[in-house]
């Protein structure tokens, strides 16, 4: 945490008691409706110990809390953050939101996090400007879009030229390789590339959802890897997710993006899914090109705040 001083506010991790107001303090931009739902379902994150409470940041005042910030460690070297904030209009409110922010990445720094993220609404852009005073830049906005599965004979009958090895039976060396190569010159957020180890970018990809190796997969053409496909179940029947598809630089624009495309949505067809989505950076033109043209919808949009750690 940030060092005491007598001059400085104290920011400390919630109590028990503390969580409910806490979070209500931490949402309370947003409509009354949506404020009590998000409290609801961080109390239930917390009971379930999928969210640790302390990540939950405070700054106490004699009446109540002054402030509050929510710190939440996701795995891949990272966390997610909600931008800290105060009560109305609290004498030094400025300074408080940039002590809690400092505290917040001091305390996931420790957790191992060498980047933190902020995933906002366009409309609660504003609410970052908290963040950006305390190392967090603007990055991109994503996009994130939906297939309902609703396929046509052409992609359903689409030839394959390509091979595929899954994680489970293939080689984890040339598929590890493979994917940081798909990274160079991508312009899906390359800001972060190089940030963390190969490892810690499986555990990331692995962390979004149930992760069965059977449903990644390394493609290969004529023996030669040019791409990556990574798929996972979401949690609580929200469909799958097309987590990842990359192409290794000598391969594109040579149609392996679309037949990876096209090999998601048939097999999260044959899994019984209602549902396919995936998040593409907005500057990915070629990227959003491709997926709309298969039938890919909008579906929200975020805007990314980035803070690195090291």
Known sequence: MIPESPSLPKVEAAQLEDLAPAFRLVFQKCTAGDREMRVANAL????????????VLVVRGRSGLLGAMLCVPIPGA?????????VAQPAGGVQMEDL???????????????LAQALLFPEEAPLAASLERNGFHH???????????????????APERLSYQTY?????????????HTYEQSLDCPEVNGVREIGEILAGHRGQGTFDPERWWLAQENGRPVGVLLMM?????????????GVVPAARRRGVGRELTRRALVAARQWGAFQLTLAVDARNLPAQDLYRSLGFEPLEQREVFLAFLR
């Open 78 to 86: 990272s966390g997610l953050v909600w931008p800290p904030q105060v």
């Open 139 to 157: 990055i991109t906005t994503l996009w994130y879009l939906r297939h309902s599965l609703d396929l046509s004979p052409e992609v359903l009958r």
């Open 233 to 245: 179940e979401l949690v609580d029947g929200q469909g799958w997710d097309l987590s990842y598809l």
């Open 100 to 114: 809690l922010a400092q505290a917040c990445l001091q305390w996931l720094r420790g957790r191992g996090a060498k």
């Open 44 to 55: 239930e994150l917390v009971r379930r110990k999928e969210l640790d409470p302390h990540g």
């Open 168 to 180: 489970a039976d293939g080689d984890l060396a040339l598929f590890e390789q493979t994917l940081l």
